[in-house]
């Protein structure tokens, strides 16, 4: 894990940012989405990426994210989540990110309800190419428990290093193919303390992998780009949809009875964008050694941009 922490570290502290800047070949119509191209969204040259729900975010941003969902858990639990975050740029590379994360599980013995863990991350963005529609991020964050009940309770605290990667395809001279997108990263997670026996494992089927690595991938395909840039005719109401497959797998490290054990889920999604929110509907289905862990489960996702909102109404809430 200490290589994943050195990585991303000289990310954050030693890398330079390289930008690249590029004119927007928007084609009119009586629907153009030109507004969009004109706000706070994660852009690289022509290319907006979506705020994507199980991949961490590239872009600097000011925003809100609530992701509220409902899925089964073990011997007839149900488990409501609901996964709140605050980020604030402060400059056009760096943010920091407040975060929490509200939990209901309804047991056949009673209820836990509480919030789960309080989390803090700083990201970097220490490389931009708009001409080739890439950014390239690193991120440190660290959370621990909050909260009394038994849906607060795990290790005292668990630090993440990732490197995150996103990678539009408007390079490639194949029109059909220039709308596609991927966003990755791969993270590094490191729990310490000892939290003892998980209070609710027999309900949600969570596993203790202590340390462990994560891998995430997203791949999407943008209507909005599609119309916008590539100059294909599309329905007004396609035209700032984004359809999605997302997927984490989550890979045990720890001698603890699980090594090399691999637990994760796939998300499908569709994403619609305008230039001060998005909204995303998703439905996810697990995997692996512990393929209950999270259950089948549909997902609303939101995520608010409140800088450009902001400045819509006429303030402004960072200088970048």
């Known amino acids: 894990m200490k290589k994943f922490f050195l990585i991303a570290f000289c990310g ?7 930008g690249a800047t590029s004119s927007l070949a928007v084609h009119p119509s ?8 004109n706000s706070d ?9 979506i705020e994507p729900l199980v991949v961490k975010d590239a872009d600097i941003d000011n925003q809100i994210t609530v992701a509220p969902s409902l899925s089964p858990g073990y011997g007839g639990s149900t488990l409501f989540q609901t996964p709140i975050a605050l980020e604030k740029r402060l400059t056009h590379s760096f943010s920091l990110r407040l975060e929490s994360h509200y939990e209901d599980v309804q047991t056949p013995g009673g ?8 989390g803090v991350q700083g990201k970097y963005m220490f490389y ?18 909050m909260g009394y009940s038994q849906a607060g309770q795990g290790n005292p605290m668990t630090l993440y290093g990732y490197l995150l990667f996103n990678k539009g395809m408007g390079d490639i001279p194949v029109s059909w193919i220039r709308p596609f997108a991927i966003q990755t990263d791969i993270a590094g997670i490191t729990p310490f303390g000892s939290s003892g026996p998980e209070p609710l494992s027999p309900y949600v089927g969570l596993y203790d992998f202590g340390n462990s690595a994560r891998f995430d991938g997203a791949l999407e395909y943008s209507f909005l780009y599609l119309h916008d ?17 997302e997927s984490r797998t989550l890979i045990n490290e720890s001698a603890n009875g699980h090594q090399g054990a691999t637990a994760g889920y796939t998300s499908y999604e569709i994403n619609y964008q305008t230039d001060w929110y998005q909204i995303g509907l998703a439905y996810q289905t697990p995997y692996g050694v512990d393929s209950s862990f999270i ?6 996702y939101m995520t608010f941009f409140y800088g450009w909102l902001l400045k819509k109404m006429g303030y402004n809430s960072t200088p970048f």
């Open 128 to 145: 931009e190419n708009a001409p080739h529609e890439i950014m390239a991020t690193a991120i440190v964050r660290a959370t621990t428990p």
């Open 30 to 37: 009586s629907h153009t989405a030109t507004g969009v191209y």
């Open 295 to 300: 259950g089948r489960r549909g997902m609303l």
């Open 229 to 245: 840039v590539v100059g294909w005719n599309v329905p007004s109401f396609l035209d700032q949809v984004v359809p999605a497959i």
């Open 12 to 18: 954050l502290c030693a890398a330079q940012t390289v």
């Open 41 to 49: 969204l994660a852009r690289a040259g022509e290319r907006i990426f």
């Open 111 to 118: 209820a836990h309800t509480g919030f789960q863990y309080f």
